[in-house]
């Protein structure tokens, strides 16, 4: 019998390589290479140590499986197809083409089990500290002796690319600081990259290197041992204080006469000779193709289906749980469905228009501060800019490896990591994250936003010293493209606020906004707070776009601005309309929700009619022409800025009242 269970296994390892090879001949595209290389490693993953239900993909106390090395995707689609989820073998062999779920590298929300959309390297790396975080979080939260609810494992296979990029640098030191040890990683060792072997460029000792982070090393030297990979495993489950590496060398391609070992096997298809021969090598039939035996899909059928059972055991503890913890039981019911709670919102401040002038980074702090309690569910912190940011929470502890039950998060210089690590937050129902550094430093955070959009998923990333308006420090400080870059992602929705009331609402639209992520940008410097008796309401900020302050008569001129920009142009408006000049303000803090109104909601804040129009922000003027029509202009910068306080700067690049004035009489 134990012979017989062995080739069954075998015989289904190898029905994996065939497939993977299949299905990247197929679609004519992939990088079938590493998947048929790494078929023991998911066999072993699959069948003996994840915790998964196919029925329900979404089991909160699921282990969370990462594919960091994106390109091998055609490996995690077959497991998640042989072990019962919603995916067919129409869908393998669907793989890379239009309108498929098996999309050319892992894609959230399109493939069911599939946890986070992954393939630029080392963001799925990173990603799984975010989703380790969050374990450990939600453990400390809900947890009580006798109920475990939260104790799963995030597991990841990472490759030579993975450990090359630098966000895996910053993800790996944090884990390691934070003793994460529900962090599984199985690193493929195959030193093969797209230029051939990874000795031209990359030759450092990978364990060596984690071990000084403080993980938890092991080094495999055969991937196709199974029984070592069970031990290495069984290793890793039981080290709870250091995250794991184990470092497990593959043969690329493993079974190809000509193409195994080498670059030619990882990002093409080996070619309709050459699969013939691999599945000469393994004993297949040479002319079929997408040959399962009804033995394999049985096997790991019945594999998959293990899984209902153990949700079943956990609906009942947590039925149980419910009984005695009805009031966390609840409050965790209302977070995992993507709810909040009742009247959270009517914690938001209200500032008044004789109050001192505040920065909104200031106001925002005081916003955060005044919701957090209603919002347990609320965390978050800075790449080592909380002072700065504003955005530490004063009546909450930090989450560290003492204690997981913090909500301020230290993420030291490390943005990159930030961004994914939030993501993976994020990706883990019941949690609303925030991380924040200054708006210059977005750069160092664009593939993590850009996935989040992609992945329609809602993490808040909080950017201040938003422009030239933050003086001294200069060029390499002062933002002046990152407004127009970050507009230009889809599904992402930038807020820039122009003073404390406006910056309320803009969280409020960030903490309900569900689709995509939320961009809030925030003042270094103090701005006057707009007398809501005077002037528009600031809860129309929620509507991208709004009348501040009305004009006397039928509108000669619209002054358009955001943020800071807004009180500069009420000031301007004061002289026009002294002289005679019939002049609109509209604030204008998202582009993006204003989009989403209805036209006639747009008509009457931008009437087709008043073409005469000058937009002013201190940033680029890209994408700004969409509104000020070809009739009108914009006053913004086309420049680096410069060193040098505030006030100088701003006479020196125009944002005056006179220059307003004057560009405005211009375009008259």
Not at 382 to 395: G, I, M, V
Request: with cysteine; hydrophobic share 40%; aromatic share 10%.
């Amino acid at each position: 019998m134990e012979k017989q269970n062995k080739e069954l296994e075998q015989l289904a390892i190898d029905t994996v390589r065939i497939l993977s090879a299949d299905a990247v001949q197929k679609a004519n595209s992939g990088h079938p290479g590493t998947a048929m290389a790494l078929a023991p490693m998911g066999h072993v993953l699959w069948t003996k140590f994840l915790n998964y239900n196919p029925k329900n993909p979404d089991f909160a106390n699921r282990d969370r499986f990462i594919l960091s090395a994106g390109h091998a995707c055609i490996l995690q689609y077959n497991f998640l197809y042989l072990t019962g989820y919603d995916l067919s073998l129409d869908d393998i062999k669907n793989f890379r083409q239009l309108n498929s779920k098996t999309a050319g590298h892992p894609e959230y929300g399109l493939a069911p089990g599939v946890d986070v959309t992954t393939g630029p390297l080392g963001q799925g790396f990173a990603n799984g500290v975010g989703f380790a975080i969050a374990q450990k979080h939600l453990a400390a939260r809900y947890n009580k002796p006798g109920f475990d609810l939260f104790n799963y494992n995030i597991y990841s296979i990472v490759s030579d690319g993975d450990m090359m990029e630098g966000i895996t640098s910053e993800a790996a030191s944090l884990a390691g600081h934070l003793e994460l040890g529900n962090l599984i990683y199985l690193y493929d060792d195959n030193h093969i990259s797209i230029e051939g072997s990874t000795d031209i460029a990359f030759n450092e000792d990978v364990s060596a290197r984690f071990r000084a982070y403080g993980w938890h090393v092991q080094d495999l030297p055969d991937v196709n041992d199974t029984h070592a990979l069970e031990l290495a495993l069984i290793n890793a489950k039981s080290e709870s204080q250091k995250p794991s590496l184990i470092r497990v060398r593959s043969l690329i391609a493993y079974g190809s006469p000509n193409k195994s070992g080498t670059a030619g096997s990882h990002g093409s298809p080996l070619g309709a000779d050459e699969i013939k021969l691999v599945k000469e090598f393994f004993g297949f039939d040479p002319e079929k193709s997408f040959d399962v035996p009804a033995e394999v899909l049985k096997y790991y059928n019945e594999k998959g289906a293990r899984g209902e059972k153990t949700e079943a055991k956990w609906n009942e503890l947590f039925a149980k749980y419910k009984e005695k913890f009805p009031e966390l039981a609840a409050e965790y019911e209302t977070a995992f469905a993507g709810d909040l709670p009742k009247g959270w919102a009517d914690k938001l401040p209200v500032f008044k228009g004789s109050d001192p002038k505040m920065a909104t980074r200031q106001a925002s702090g005081k916003v955060l501060n005044a919701i957090a309690a209603s919002l347990p569910n609320l965390l978050g912190g800075a790449a080592d800019l909380a002072p700065s940011t504003e955005t530490n929470l004063k009546e909450f502890d930090s989450f560290t490896s003492e204690n997981r039950g913090g909500r301020n998060f230290h993420f030291g210089i490390r943005e990159h990591a930030m961004g994914a690590i939030l993501n993976g937050m994020a990706l883990t129902k019941g949690l609303l994250p925030f991380g924040a550094t200054f708006l210059q430093f977005a750069d160092y955070m664009r593939p993590p936003i850009r996935l989040a959009a992609i992945m329609k998923i809602s993490p808040i990333f909080v950017y201040t010293h938003d422009s030239i308006g933050l003086g001294e420090d200069g060029t390499t400080h002062q933002p002046v493209e990152h407004l127009s870059s970050l507009r230009a992602i889809p599904n992402v929705t930038v807020i820039r606020p122009a003073d404390a009331n406006e910056s309320a609402f803009a969280w409020k639209v960030a903490i309900e906004k569900k689709g995509g992520p939320t961009v809030l940008v925030f003042t270094r410097q103090g701005l006057p707070i707009l007398d809501q008796d005077k002037y528009g309401k600031a809860a129309d900020l929620e509507k991208g776009a709004y009348v501040v302050s009305k004009e006397s008569k039928n509108p000669d001129l619209i002054l358009m601005a955001t943020g800071s920009e807004v009180a500069l142009v009420l000031q301007a408006q004061e002289k026009l309309e002294a002289e005679g000049i019939s002049t609109r303000v509209v604030s204008m803090p998202s582009w993006e929700l204003f989009e989403a109104q209805s036209a006639d909601y747009k008509e009457s804040v931008l009437p087709k009619a008043s073409r005469k129009r000058l937009a002013v922000e201190m940033a680029s003027p890209m994408g700004w022409h969409k509104y000020t029509t070809d009739e009108g202009d914009m006053l913004g910068m086309t420049t680096f800025g410069e060193s040098a306080p505030a006030d100088d700067l701003y006479k020196h690049f125009g944002f005056t009242v006179d220059n307003v004035v004057k560009r405005a009489k211009a375009i008259l």
